[in-house]
C-alpha cells in the first residue's frame, strides 16, 4: 500500500524539497547570497547555478554548504563567528546572509507543501508506521507547524537538535540513525525519503532499510547513483493505484 518493503516501521522524511516546497527558497537565497559575493570578490568565479547547489550545498549543515561551494572555486574564507554582520565576508557572514533571505520569503510567501507528501504521511500514519523529519534546517520546527502537518510526525531531528547532540550533518548518517533511535527502531526497519545527493548518500550510509529519492529537479540518475533504491518524482507515485 506504501510502496515499501514489508520490514519497514517507520519513515525518516527529510523536510526542504521532501515535505515542504521550500527547497525552491533555499535555492534562491543561496544564488542570491553567493552571486552577490562573486560580484564583489571574485567576478571570474561566475555565477552560482542549480548544479551546484545540488552537488555542493543542498542537504548540508549552512556552513558546510558555504564551505563546500567556496572550495569548488578554489575560495577559503576566515570562519567568522555567528556574531558576524550579513555582510561580512567570513563563513558565517554568508550563512547568516542566506538565513535571512529565508526568513523574509518564508515570512512574505509562507510554507508551501507538496500534496502528495501529505498524503503519504497521512497514509503512513494510517498504517501504523512511526514518522520523523530529520533536516539539516536549524528552522525546522517552524516549518513543520507552518507547514500545517505537525500532527503527523512523532519526533524531529533538525539542525537545532543536531548541534546540541554534536551529530555530524548529511552526508554523515548521525542525523538519520538519531531519527531511528528517536523512534525505537533499527536502521533496517527505517526508510529514508530524500531529494537531495547528500541526503541519499547519508541513507545509503546508514544501512537503512530502503531509500527513496525524490527528484525535484530532473537529477533522477545522480539520485540513484547517490545509493536511492527507488526514484519518484512525488511521494503519491509509491501509494496504491498511482504507481507511474
Ligand atoms: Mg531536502
Redesign the pocket.
Known amino acids: 500500500m506504501l510502496g515499501l518493503p514489508g520490514s519497514i516501521r517507520a519513515c525518516l522524511f ?5 515535505l515542504t516546497r521550500t ?1 525552491t527558497v ?1 535555492m534562491a537565497a543561496w544564488k542570491r547570497t553567493f552571486d552577490e559575493f562573486l560580484r564583489r570578490t571574485d567576478p571570474g568565479a561566475g555565477e552560482f547555478t542549480q548544479a551546484d547547489y545540488n552537488r555542493f550545498v ?2 548540508k549543515p549552512r556552513l558546510d554548504g558555504v564551505r563546500d561551494f567556496l572550495a569548488s572555486r578554489g575560495i577559503t574564507l576566515p570562519e567568522g563567528t555567528p556574531d558576524d554582520p550579513p555582510e561580512a565576508a567570513t563563513v558565517h557572514g554568508l550563512g547568516l546572509r542566506k538565513n535571512q533571505l529565508v526568513h523574509a520569503e518564508l515570512a512574505e510567501h509562507g510554507v508551501e507543501v507538496y500534496p502528495g507528501s501529505v498524503r503519504y504521511l497521512r497514509a503512513a500514519k494510517e498504517a501504523g508506521l512511526a514518522t520523523a523529519v530529520v ?2 534546517s536549524r528552522n525546522g520546527a517552524q516549518v513543520i507547524e507552518a507547514g500545517g502537518f505537525a500532527d503527523l510526525i512523532d519526533t524531529r531531528v533538525d539542525g537545532e537538535v543536531a548541534a546540541a547532540q554534536g551529530l555530524r550533518g548529511k552526508p554523515a548518517p548521525d542525523t538519520f540513525l538519531a531519527g531511528a533511535r528517536a523512534l525505537g527502531v533499527p536502521p533496517a526497519a527505517a526508510v529514508v525519503f ?3 545527493l547528500a ?1 541519499v548518500a547519508a541513507g545509503r550510509a546508514g544501512d537503512f532499510g530502503y531509500v527513496v529519492g ?1 527528484d525535484r529537479v530532473g537529477q533522477a540518475d545522480a539520485l540513484a547513483a547517490s545509493g536511492a533504491d527507488v526514484v519518484v518524482q512525488d511521494l503519491a507515485e509509491l501509494l496504491d493505484g498511482e504507481a507511474s
Open positions: 527529510d523536510l526542504d524539497g521532501v527547497a533555499h543542498d542537504g533536516t539539516a530524500e531529494d537531495a541526503g525524490v
